[in-house]
Nanobody, 125 residues
């Protein structure tokens, strides 16, 4: 199983980017985006369940980022608007078929079994 993330780049504050993560040949129950800024631990950004009916966001991105998925394309997206310099990080997509019994599961990186290679987002001020 491979997760291929793409869409990162260098943008200015206030700009938008859309990240994509394609899973090779399968649809996962849960998919998520995490970020890792230089010198910091990996942090939860957003997650979505299989149907797309449940989405979760870190407080820092609520109202600016939107996670969505296209199961026919086995792809999850992260639309990032109103980007800030503090959003600068490598963004990783993650996926799992484990059962999630509460919202806490979505936020926890070790609940995800598969990880993409990361895509760098740099936001200049």
């Amino acid at each position: 199983v491979q997760l291929q993330a793409s869409g990162g780049g260098l943008v200015q504050a206030g700009d938008s980017l859309r990240l994509s993560c394609a899973a090779s040949g399968r649809t996962f129950n849960y998919m998520a985006w995490f970020s890792q800024a230089p010198g910091k631990e990996r942090a939860f950004v957003a997650a979505i369940n299989r149907s797309g009916g449940s989405t979760y966001y870190a407080d820092s991105v609520k109202g600016r980022f939107t996670i969505s998925r296209d199961n026919a394309a086995n792809t999850v997206y992260l639309q990032m608007n109103s980007l800030k310099p503090e959003d600068t990080a490598v963004y990783y997509c993650a996926a799992t078929d484990n059962r999630f019994y509460s919202a806490t599961y979505y936020y926890t990186s070790n609940r995800y079994d598969y990880w993409g290679q990361g895509t760098l987002v740099t936001v200049s001020s």
